[in-house]
């Protein structure tokens, strides 16, 4: 079973921009703008990809620390109703023929996705 209800795989998967956030060495904040990512049903996981991926200071950062944060949103209109989903967890730099940084989900927090009320935030443990 999903930790990610089928409506935020499914809003997941709508093609929206997401930003992915890093922790530098020195602790400074790094966020980047992502458009190839995907959910991985079989690992329950978010795959971040793109271009040159394994020379990029988010790669990095993700195979020193081993956490990141994921953010995808926008707003629907008319009337004005955000939407979107964050989820914070461990995180792999994966290397090979596609590098790509694997996300598996500790928190999830999602807000204005159908099936959820206002805010749904859920810890996995």
């Known amino acids: 079973m999903s930790n990610f209800s089928?409506?935020?795989?499914?809003?997941?998967?709508?093609?929206?921009?997401?930003?992915?956030?890093?922790?530098g060495r020195d602790g400074t904040p790094h966020i980047a703008p992502v458009g190839i990512?995907?959910?991985?049903?079989?690992?329950?996981?978010?795959?971040?990809?793109?271009?040159?991926?394994?020379s990029t200071k988010k790669f990095r950062?993700?195979?020193?620390?081993?956490?990141?944060?994921?953010?995808v949103d926008d707003?629907?209109?008319?009337?004005?109703r955000p939407r979107g989903i964050e989820l914070r967890g461990r995180?792999?730099?994966v290397d090979g023929p596609r590098?790509?940084?694997?996300?598996?989900?500790?928190?999830?927090v999602s807000w204005g996705i159908p099936g959820r009320h206002e805010r749904s935030a859920r810890s996995i443990e």
Do not use: C, K
Request: aromatic share 8%; hydrophobic share 45%.
């Open 6 to 23: 089928r409506d935020e795989i499914e809003y997941l998967q709508s093609g929206l921009l997401g930003r992915l956030a890093t922790v």
């Open 37 to 54: 990512f995907s959910y991985n049903a079989e690992l329950d996981t978010i795959d971040i990809g793109g271009h040159a991926m394994a």
């Open 61 to 71: 950062d993700v195979a020193r620390s081993r956490r990141a944060a994921f953010v």
């Open 75 to 80: 707003v629907l209109q008319p009337p004005w």
């Open 91 to 93: 995180a792999e730099a």
């Open 99 to 108: 590098p790509l940084i694997r996300i598996h989900p500790q928190r999830i």
